[in-house]
């Protein structure tokens, strides 16, 4: 397929190269289908200004890329990076990016297994929605159960997860089921603002809005059973899952570290193909200073995850009369994050700053990062569908560590904008067909309801499918949701 | 002067409209709070005071709209009244007051605003008008 001056063709099935141009440093590489590859080209062939072709380009022109410029399947425009980028850079003469981290530091998902059966919900279903709802605090404006003076936010932004836990939150076994055990080391609160700690202080265990949920789902079908098994999945097994970030210390990080950053390029004559893509050289005081500030954003949105996971599971002891050692935590993923990992580039061990925006680690077998029930299986990946529709468990492998530095995709991916989502449904209407499928869902907005409607993203099976084939992770369950509080 | 709120695929555009720069910047931060709340709910209670700087007109329009954002959001006030100076011999300065009211179960919530960003950020004259403008993630 050719258009302007991008040209891409399919190198393997669902695997896409973007030919190196002027100024790349490396190809593009598009995991996809042939539809999702052609929607990208006619945003391009529209004129549309906001588009993901010239931004995998672009990511490909920063010094010290490795491999290639990766968009996962979920693909779509984002802001520098595209949304579903993949973006590694050598430790020692490349950058780290802004934009390949985002606003909000750390959005992942959270999942906890139950005993519960799917019949067992539908009987109590409208107790646990309302139960869920009461206890975890969501939407704009809410505040978290958690309080925190100033030296104990430093505290949660040094230990992460870690912190909750200490204050109650949790188990101790609840951190080993977290990726990078829900703290990173590294993290220096000095690096993040007074204004960012003033923000946070109150919203610690907050849900936030928009995109994010917490869910009580079922599997619906089990397609590896030995996956499964080592995941403690079976068929019709509730469990539940959260979506959520940083809160707003991650979104102050991102606002302070813009105009630091782009002084940053200038200062090291950084030529930026886009002026979204301010960066620093990783190695410099500045590319330190902000990855300690990313850390600490990082280990923020593990200590909220880990303390609304809690929480949830208290809504389910009133509900069901279960215990906390009966709801063990899965796993917890990360999917807008930079991390620094060692990987295989050209036979050669190196260490790469790997941006993943709106991607997920996928780990492969064998790796010391995965938790040891799971190291012959590989890392859980878990990927959100849209409220209403299928989300999916799938497994890390070797595939995705060589193609894609052990990525994948992280959910279905907007079509639609919210303006056109509102004038297309209603947040009532919508929950009452949720409703006729059995669904129940509470918001604490209508507008919001709407602005996430199904309609507005991409079919998740069809992204799930191109993970799938290209091996980049393979399916273990699909899970459909029950009860749905959307932030 | 005016402000309007653009198509976006997966956010939302602000765009302020005013006779001078300063009145434009100003419409683009009620249009960013519009966003999340109905501004002429929004009684002009409480005052934060502030000031940024940036390298040029469209970097000072993203720091001044996330400044915003950032104080209100740490006083747990929404703002729906802006008062902006920007002095530029090269380097541009912004002082802003704001105004607006602490949020309560009472007050409309519609969408949260991660952040302004340099997306589409336009800083721009069109015949005697100025627009200031940038989407805003959700």
């Known amino acids: 397929m050719k258009i302007n001056e991008f040209e891409l063709k399919e190198v393997a099935p669902g695997e896409w190269e973007l030919k190196k141009q002027k100024g790349m440093k490396v190809a593009g590489k598009i995991f996809g289908t042939k539809q999702i590859v052609q929607h990208l080209v006619d945003d391009v062939k529209a004129g549309k200004s906001w588009s993901a072709l010239p931004q995998i380009r672009n990511v490909a022109m920063l010094p010290g890329i490795q491999k290639a410029s990766l968009a996962m399947p979920d693909v779509h425009p984002g802001y520098g990076f595209c949304i579903g980028g993949v973006g590694a850079f050598d430790a020692e003469t490349g950058i780290i990016a802004l934009a390949g981290v985002g606003y909000d530091i750390n959005c992942g998902v959270r999942t906890h297994i139950t005993p519960l059966k799917k019949k067992d919900v539908l009987k109590k279903q409208r107790e646990i929605l309302n139960a869920l709802y009461n206890i975890v605090p969501a939407g704009l404006g809410s505040k978290g159960n958690i309080r925190l003076n100033q030296q104990e936010i430093d505290e949660v932004l040094v230990k992460g997860a870690e912190f909750v836990v200490e204050r109650g939150y949790g188990t101790k076994e609840d951190l080993e089921y977290i990726e990078s055990n829900g703290r990173v080391k590294g993290a220096n609160p000095k690096f993040v603002s007074d204004l960012a700690k003033k923000r946070q202080f109150k919203q610690v265990g907050t849900l936030g809005s928009g995109n994010h949920y917490l869910e009580v789902q079922y599997v619906d079908e089990v397609y590896d059973k030995e996956a499964a098994k080592a995941y403690g999945l079976e068929k019709d097994q509730v469990i539940f899952s959260l979506h959520c970030g940083s809160r707003a210390l991650g979104h102050q990080i991102g606002t302070d570290y813009t105009k630091f950053l782009a002084e940053a390029s200038r200062k090291y004559k950084i030529k930026l193909p886009d002026k979204e893509l301010v960066c620093a050289p990783f190695k410099s005081k500045e590319g330190q200073q902000y990855f300690s500030a990313v850390k600490c954003g990082i280990n923020c949105a593990f200590a909220n995850r880990q303390a609304i996971g809690h929480l949830a599971r208290q809504a389910f002891k009133e509900v069901f009369g279960l215990k906390d050692k009966d709801m063990p935590l899965l796993y917890d993923i990360s999917h807008n994050n930079a991390y620094l990992e060692k990987h295989i580039v050209n036979g050669k061990e190196k260490e790469l700053i790997v941006h993943r925006k709106g991607a997920t680690r996928a780990f492969g077998p064998g790796r010391k990062e995965i938790p040891k029930k799971y190291r012959k299986i590989g890392q859980p990946v878990l990927i959100g569908g849209t409220m209403g529709t299928s989300s999916y468990i799938l497994h890390g492998t070797q595939k995705s560590m060589d193609k894609a530095f052990g990525s994948a995709a992280h959910g279905a991916g907007r079509i639609m904008s919210r303006h056109q989502a509102m004038r297309q449904w209603k947040g009532q209407t919508l929950q009452q067909s949720l409703a006729k499928k059995g669904i129940l869902v509470r918001g604490h907005d209508w507008r919001g309801l709407a602005e996430e409607a199904p309609g507005a993203y991409k079919d998740v099976d069809i992204v799930i499918n191109v993970l799938h084939k290209t091996g980049l992770s393979k399916k273990v369950v699909r899970v459909k949701p029950l009860v749905c509080v959307k932030g | ?138």
């Open chain 2, 1 to 138: 002067m005016t402000y309007e709120h653009f198509e976006h695929r997966a956010d939302i555009g602000v765009r302020g409209i005013g006779k001078t720069l300063a009145e434009a910047f100003e419409e683009a931060g009620r249009a960013m709070f519009e966003v999340m709340t109905n501004i002429k709910k929004i009684k002009p209670a409480k005052k934060i005071e502030f000031e940024v700087q940036a390298e040029n007109e469209v970097e000072l329009l993203i720091e001044f709209l996330n400044r915003a954002l950032g104080e209100a959001d740490a006083e747990g006030i929404f703002l729906s009244k802006f008062k902006v100076t920007i002095l530029n011999d090269g380097t541009p300065i912004l002082a802003a007051t704001a105004w607006g009211s602490k949020i309560t179960s009472g007050t409309e919530i519609r969408t949260e605003v991660k952040a302004a960003t340099l997306s589409q950020a336009k800083v721009e004259k069109k015949g005697n008008k100025f627009i200031a403008q940038c989407i805003v993630d959700v």
